[in-house]
């Protein structure tokens, strides 16, 4: 299907690469595209960034239905631009679709939607290493109704956000709170999926490690209040005598591009990798024996975020020497020499969309 270009009138300046936070600015230039029960997913268009026309009794405003993702573009040391594993973010925005009830879009030409964006905003990929061009495609309900029900009309946006680094401490350890009074979601429910219910759920309990001086909450299940799920924005993992170890997925955890991508390295370079149930118990124990080596979480946003201290009720604990540990220090080197370009795709995991200068 062939994606009209409506031209903004205005053109922003990018900004300097130096001065970018995460999620503050946004390009000229967004994807549009409508779904009705009668004519199904239409009318794709690119259009100037503004503000979206809503009736005070739009769904998503009401009940919540809406899901999201979150994929970068990275300028390389050659001159091109390119994504990593887009084909696994709308794989999972459509899970999250099937979950909430949402029509399911179609992943290839949602790719091609992407890359066509991003072709048309490409001045505004910031070439600074560690830098990169945040897009957020997102899918609400549309109907303008009050009443408990799947809504009928949606609509699919795709908008662009140059970025520099998730924390403050860029890639120096956080210290995550570990939540026993909250929960983020339970099996059964809509946990897996990335809707934004789930981070709603997640703001009290963020909130109170804040003002604790904690970066993120570390999320037990909801059932035992004992065993780990997830962090707020990652997922988590753990080595344990040498073992690289992370919760497996029940239903009420997010299925993580990255952290896919850290099994699948981690495979590959021959280390001892399990997918289990582990409780806070075990970790805390393990730390005291002195077998816990290193704490770090995984995601889009931050790749990889080394833990330097957990807290869990009235202990706080120091992983290791509170320093990066090796093992995140050598994936998140890995993982981003493939996403800036500097070492080859030996995964088949880079989308291109601009090939690189000659």
């Given at each position: 299907?062939?994606?009209?270009?409506?031209?903004?009138?205005?053109?922003?300046?990018?900004?300097?690469?130096?001065?970018?936070?995460f999620?503050?600015?946004f390009?000229?230039?967004?994807?549009?595209?409508?779904?009705?029960?009668?004519?199904?997913?239409h009318?794709?268009?690119?259009?100037?960034?503004?503000?979206?026309?809503?009736?005070?009794?739009?769904?998503?405003?009401?009940?919540?239905?809406?899901?999201?993702?979150?994929l970068?573009?990275?300028?390389?040391?050659?001159?091109?631009?390119?994504?990593?594993?887009?084909?696994?973010?709308?794989?999972?925005?459509?899970?999250?679709?099937?979950?909430?009830?949402?029509p399911?879009?179609?992943?290839?030409f949602?790719?091609?939607?992407?890359?066509?964006?991003?072709?048309?905003?490409?001045?505004?990929?910031?070439?600074?290493?560690?830098?990169?061009l945040?897009?957020?495609?997102?899918?609400?309900a549309?109907?303008?109704?009050?009443g408990?029900?799947?809504?009928h009309?949606?609509?699919f946006?795709?908008?662009?956000?140059?970025?520099?680094?998730?924390?403050?401490?860029?890639?120096?350890?956080?210290?995550?709170?570990?939540?026993?009074?909250?929960?983020?979601?339970?099996?059964?429910g809509?946990?897996?999926?990335?809707?934004?219910?789930?981070?709603?759920?997640s703001?009290?309990?963020?909130?109170?490690?804040h003002?604790?001086?904690?970066?993120?909450?570390?999320?037990?299940?909801?059932?035992t209040?004992?065993?780990?799920e997830?962090?707020?924005a990652?997922n988590?993992?753990?080595v344990?005598?040498?073992?690289?170890?992370?919760?497996?997925?029940?239903?009420?955890?997010?299925?993580?591009?990255?952290?896919?991508?850290?099994?699948?390295?981690?495979?590959?370079?021959?280390l001892?990798?399990?997918?289990?149930?582990?409780?806070?118990?075990?970790?805390?124990?393990?730390?005291?024996?002195?077998?816990?080596?290193?704490?770090?979480?995984?995601?889009?946003?931050?790749?990889?975020?080394?833990?330097?201290?957990?807290?869990?009720?009235d202990?706080?604990?120091?992983?290791?020497?509170?320093?990066v540990?090796?093992?995140?220090?050598?994936?998140?080197?890995?993982l981003t020499d493939?996403?800036?370009?500097?070492?080859?795709?030996?995964?088949?995991?880079?989308e291109?969309?601009?090939?690189?200068?000659r």
């Amino acid at each position: 299907m062939p994606i009209p270009v409506t031209q903004a009138v205005n053109l922003k300046p990018p900004p300097d690469p130096s001065e970018l936070t995460f999620g503050t600015l946004f390009t000229d230039y967004m994807f549009n595209m409508d779904y009705s029960p009668d004519k199904g997913w239409h009318q794709q268009r690119i259009e100037p960034y503004g503000p979206m026309a809503m009736e005070p009794s739009t769904m998503v405003l009401h009940y919540g239905q809406g899901v999201f993702e979150g994929l970068k573009a990275y300028h390389t040391h050659s001159g091109g631009v390119q994504l990593f594993r887009p084909q696994e973010n709308y794989k999972r925005l459509n899970n999250s679709c099937r979950l909430l009830c949402i029509p399911p879009i179609d992943e290839a030409f949602a790719l091609t939607a992407t890359k066509e964006l991003v072709t048309l905003e490409q001045k505004w990929v910031p070439t600074a290493e560690g830098t990169s061009l945040y897009i957020r495609p997102f899918i609400i309900a549309m109907d303008p109704f009050l009443g408990v029900r799947a809504s009928h009309t949606y609509r699919f946006s795709i908008i662009l956000s140059p970025v520099g680094a998730y924390y403050a401490e860029e890639f120096n350890p956080i210290k995550i709170w570990v939540s026993k009074d909250h929960v983020r979601a339970v099996a059964g429910g809509v946990g897996e999926a990335k809707t934004i219910g789930n981070y709603a759920a997640s703001l009290l309990a963020g909130d109170k490690a804040h003002q604790e001086g904690y970066n993120q909450v570390l999320w037990l299940d909801g059932v035992t209040r004992k065993q780990i799920e997830e962090v707020g924005a990652m997922n988590i993992f753990f080595v344990i005598d040498n073992e690289l170890v992370t919760p497996a997925l029940n239903g009420s955890i997010l299925p993580g591009v990255t952290r896919n991508s850290v099994l699948e390295m981690s495979r590959k370079w021959g280390l001892k990798v399990s997918e289990r149930i582990i409780t806070i118990d075990e970790v805390m124990g393990a730390h005291d024996q002195g077998r816990l080596q290193e704490v770090f979480g995984s995601g889009t946003a931050a790749v990889i975020s080394p833990v330097g201290a957990l807290k869990y009720q009235d202990r706080v604990i120091t992983i290791g020497d509170g320093s990066v540990g090796p093992t995140a220090r050598k994936l998140f080197a890995a993982l981003t020499d493939i996403q800036y370009g500097h070492a080859p795709d030996e995964l088949s995991w880079i989308e291109p969309v601009i090939a690189p200068k000659r």
